[in-house]
């Protein structure tokens, strides 16, 4: 992302105090929506001209990413609770 909007560059600050399980949908957002704006200024920022939109393939990935990148961080069981 070239420019980060100053909503987007607070929020990811703020995005270690919401709840763990909110996280990763707001993280998604946040990815998604910055590449949306990647997608506007090749556009011209003629956002009143047409859709501008992330493909769903890309969609997918970066919920995937987002998803699998929060079970990573999630603690296991510990080996003494068996």
Known sequence: MAVQSRPAMGLAV???KLAPLSRPAI???LLLYGEI????EPA?????DGRVRVPRRR???VDARTTWS???????PSAGSR
């Not at 704006?37 to 506007?40: A, E, I």
């Not at 011209?44 to 009143?48: P, R």
């Not at 929060?70 to 296991?76: E, F, L, Q, S, V």
């Open 14 to 16: 703020r995005l270690p």
């Open 27 to 29: 993280r998604t957002a």
């Open 37 to 40: 704006l990647d997608q506007v």
């Open 44 to 48: 011209g920022y003629a956002v009143l």
């Open 59 to 61: 969609r997918i990935a």
């Open 70 to 76: 929060r079970r990573a961080r999630r603690p296991g």
